[in-house]
Each structure stands twice: as C-alpha cells, then as structure tokens.
C-alpha cells in the first residue's frame, strides 16, 4: 500500500469517526511497555490512581508503632464516609510494586476494611531517600502521629539524608528551631529510657531535663527513681539543677558572667528576662526570676486572673 493511500484511510476514518459512523474494523490497541506490572488493574481519575491494594507493599517508615484499635476505628470509618485524601507511593521497578511514602495506616485501614483498591498519589520513581523521608515526617508531624522518639528519629533521619542543620529542618516545617533540638535530645538517653517514654511513664518534659545530665548512669537513676515515686516535671526539673549546682559552682575564682538581657526561645513564643541590677545578671538570679514567675503564673491560673 503507497504512503499517499495509507494516509487518505486513516483521514477517511478519522472523518467516519467524527459523523458518528463505526468501523467494521476492531480498534488497535496499543499496550503500555511495562503495563503487565506498574499499570495492572489500575484506574486513573485527575491526579489520583486507584491502585489495587495487592500491587502496594510497605518500607519501614518513622512510624514503627500502630495501635490496632485505631485501625479498626479508621477502617470503619473508610466504609461509612470513604477516603478523604490519598496515600503517597512511588513505583519500585526491581520489586514491580507500588512502595507507600506516605499513608500506611490509611493502606492498613483499606485492607482492614476489605477494600480491592485504595487511591494514590504518585510520585516520581527516581525520589530521593531525603525527599521522601522529608514527605513522611511533614505529614506524621502535621497529623501528629508519632510517640516522641520516633518523631526525634524522624527529624535526625530527615537531617541526615539531606545534609540540613536543625535551623534548616525548622523552616521546613515551619516551626521554632528551639522545638527541633528540644526533640533531638531525647536521643542522648538510652535505650532503656527511650522505651519508658514511648511507654508513656516518663513525660516529654521530664525526659527533656533527664537528657540535661551528661553521666548515663545519672540519666538512668534518675529516669528510674521518676518511674518508681512518681515524680512529677517540676520534681525532676529541680533535681537536676540540684546535681548540676556544685558543677556550676566548682570554679570559685571565676567570675560569673554578666547578661544584661536573656531571650529564651520555646515551642510557645519567646520569653525576655531583664535583670534590675548587676547582681542578679547572672545565669542562678534567671533561673530564680523563672521560678518565681512559674509561681505567680500558676497562682493566676489558679485563681483565674486574666491579666
């Protein structure tokens, strides 16, 4: 057949085709290169796919922990009002699965609630292990699902893959740079300690000042006498700087240092402290001026005052 005649077929029918009129001829079907694999059973809808649940598998991830009652709530959840948003993944082509970035317990729930098919959102193969790990923690830290040492793993995971300094990793995420190394410190502890916050019998505050203390065995002598008589924050916070006095005071001839006016970054804002005179500019005199003001805040509160 000439070129010329080939082409005068092809535009006939393509004018039969936009009268309305069919061909006796079937319909060539074209197949995707790799569509036995990425594209089996798979429907798409805008910038959504909807994946079947058995061409997914899962990566270790920053959440290690999944409370099987809240699956459960979630997957009966999914059958009465369906999916809200979309689970991240990106296609492995060694293994020819989708890999989740993001959404395991949304995956969890699915297979749970008898699902065939879950939408995703797909991100290109070649993502990096940053971008990824980046993606992960920005939604566990907006849905705030991770115990405080998976969240501290998260942020020195995320840090660490893509060469970023906490200040770095704080704009990410658009919070205070105070709120990214208060977290990080939880990692100084051991392992045993680590295991009671997650159990939740040290809090996050008491964990914080615990990690203040350079000497593991100090760290854990403390973290254990806090477990055993129950020692509140405020408890644990006061006998830390009671084992941390005799340090700060062992130079004698060394003059203590002059601060005219000290800010303090936290999660919450910043607090300002502006000693009267130049006896109280030193680190002892703030640390009096914040407990007298916890005092006075707490006597406020207690009374509901306002102002």
């Known amino acids: 057949m000439s070129k010329s005649k080939a082409f005068l077929e092809k535009l006939?029918?393509?004018?039969?085709?936009?009268?309305?009129?069919?061909?006796?001829?079937?319909?060539e079907v074209i197949e995707h290169p790799s569509r036995s694999a990425k594209y089996e059973g798979r429907t798409r809808a805008k910038d959504v796919a909807e994946i079947?649940?058995?061409?997914?598998?899962?990566?270790?991830?920053?959440?290690?922990?999944?409370?099987?009652?809240?699956?459960?709530?979630?997957?009966?959840?999914?059958?009465?009002?369906?999916?809200?948003?979309a689970i991240v993944v990106r296609w492995d082509s060694p293994r020819r699965k989708?890999?989740?970035?993001?959404?395991e317990r949304r995956y969890r729930a699915a297979q749970r609630a008898g699902w065939s098919r879950i939408e995703c959102k797909e991100k290109p193969e070649n993502i990096t292990p940053g971008?990824?790990?980046?993606?992960?923690?920005?939604?566990?830290?907006?849905?705030?699902?991770?115990?405080p040492i998976e969240l501290a793993k998260a942020f020195q995971d995320v840090?660490?893959?893509?060469?970023?300094?906490?200040?770095?990793?704080?704009k990410r995420l658009g919070v205070n740079e105070t709120?990214?190394?208060?977290?990080?410190?939880?990692?100084?502890?051991?392992?045993?300690?680590?295991?009671?916050?997650?159990?939740?019998?040290?809090?996050?505050?008491?964990?914080?000042?615990?990690?203040?203390?350079?000497?593991?065995?100090?760290?854990?002598?403390?973290?254990?006498?806090?477990?055993?008589?129950n020692l509140t924050s405020n408890e644990v916070t006061t006998t830390v700087s009671q084992q941390q006095q005799p340090r700060r005071h062992s130079k004698?001839?060394?003059?203590?240092?002059?601060?005219?006016?000290?800010?303090?970054?936290?999660?919450?804002?910043?607090?300002?402290?502006t000693p009267k005179?130049?006896?109280?500019?030193?680190?002892p005199h703030m640390e009096s001026m914040l407990t007298q003001a916890l005092e006075e805040i707490r006597h406020r509160i207690a009374n509901n005052v306002r102002y």
Request: net charge positive; with cysteine.
């Open 52 to 85: 079947p649940l058995d061409q997914i598998i899962v990566d270790p991830q920053h959440r290690e922990q999944f409370d099987e009652s809240e699956i459960q709530s979630l997957a009966d959840d999914l059958n009465a009002h369906g999916l809200i948003q």
């Open 179 to 229: 709120t990214v190394t208060r977290q990080l410190r939880f990692l100084k502890l051991p392992d045993d300690i680590q295991q009671s916050i997650i159990a939740g019998k040290i809090t996050k505050t008491a964990a914080r000042e615990i990690a203040r203390l350079k000497d593991t065995q100090a760290q854990r002598q403390l973290a254990a006498t806090a477990v055993n008589e």
């Open 159 to 170: 840090i660490n893959k893509n060469n970023w300094t906490a200040r770095d990793l704080a």
């Open 12 to 27: 006939g029918s393509q004018i039969d085709e936009s009268l309305g009129k069919r061909s006796s001829r079937p319909a």
């Open 277 to 283: 005179s130049k006896a109280e500019a030193t680190y």
């Open 131 to 147: 971008e990824i790990a980046e993606i992960q923690l920005s939604e566990n830290f907006a849905r705030k699902h991770l115990n």
């Open 252 to 273: 004698r001839n060394r003059r203590p240092k002059l601060i005219k006016t000290c800010r303090l970054q936290t999660e919450f804002g910043e607090v300002t402290l």
């Open 98 to 103: 989708y890999v989740i970035i993001a959404g």
